[in-house]
T-cell receptor
Framework: TQLLEQSPQFLSIQEGENLTVYCNSS?????LQWYRQEPGEGPVLLVT?????EVKKLKRLTFQFGDARKDSSLHITAAQPGDTGLYLC??????????????FGQGTILTVHP | EAGVAQSPRYKIIEKRQSVAFWCNPI?????LYWYQQILGQGPKLLIQ????????DSQLPKDRFSAERLKGVDSTLKIQPAKLEDSAVYLC??????????????FGPGTRLTVT
């Protein structure tokens, strides 16, 4: 059972379309991060959210942390072929001593066609 | 600033053989992680070091996997003997961790292991 469930697992869209990726859990997280990974490379951090209800924007990307800090979403406006990649959410569980240990979701593979 | 370095980038071995991966973290980063990423899945933490001590190795298959971080800098991950299901990308990451708080992990490019 995945601690962090991402949906959808695969997303294939045309350039200019909007999309949303979801990251859900029954556990509470002290922080949640979104990474983007391209083939043959390691994940690269896009954003960290730490406060329930927090919204962060990065150009055409909007990230939201749920009020209860159990879920998050990534919304991309007017997707471009350069947005193609594997999007991963990852969280630090609340409570206890985790030393910053991240638990990753299974990822969403996004393909944007020109 | 130099990133996380890993070598080799690719490795093909036969089952039951041994293999070792090397990682050099970003200078000054006290925390080092090894992850296993199977195709189409998110990374799974194998082991986490704080300086040269192990913080978490609960998901490391200790009967065949071992890792060390001598002198708190470079690290090696070894598999002996390898199984077919070990085929994956092995990612190394490092961070400046503040206990129990969000931290940015910087990942290396990974080593793609194929076991035949």
């Amino acid at each position: 059972t995945q601690l962090l469930e991402q949906s959808p697992q695969f997303l294939s869209i045309q350039e200019g379309e909007n999309l949303t990726v979801y990251c859900n859990s029954s556990s509470v997280f002290s922080s949640l991060q979104w990474y983007r990974q391209e083939p043959g490379e390691g994940p690269v951090l896009l954003v960290t959210v730490v406060t329930g209800g927090e919204v962060k924007k990065l150009k055409r990307l909007t990230f939201q942390f749920g009020d209860a800090r159990k879920d998050s979403s990534l919304h991309i406006t007017a997707a471009q072929p350069g947005d193609t990649g594997l999007y991963l959410c990852a969280g630090v569980r609340a409570g206890g001593t985790s030393y910053g240990k991240l638990t990753f979701g299974q990822g969403t593979i996004l393909t944007v066609h020109p | 600033e130099a990133g996380v370095a890993q070598s080799p980038r690719y490795k093909i071995i036969e089952k039951r053989q041994s293999v070792a991966f090397w990682c050099n973290p970003i200078s000054g980063h006290a925390t080092l992680y090894w992850y296993q990423q199977i195709l189409g899945q998110g990374p799974k933490l194998l082991i986490q070091f704080q300086n040269n001590g192990v913080v978490d190795d609960s998901q490391l298959p200790k009967d065949r996997f071992s890792a060390e971080r001598l002198k708190g800098v470079d690290s090696t991950l070894k598999i002996q003997p390898a199984k077919l299901e070990d085929s994956a990308v092995y990612l190394c990451a490092s961070s400046l961790v503040i206990r129990d708080r969000a931290n940015e992990q910087y990942f290396g490019p990974g080593t793609r292991l194929t076991v035949t």
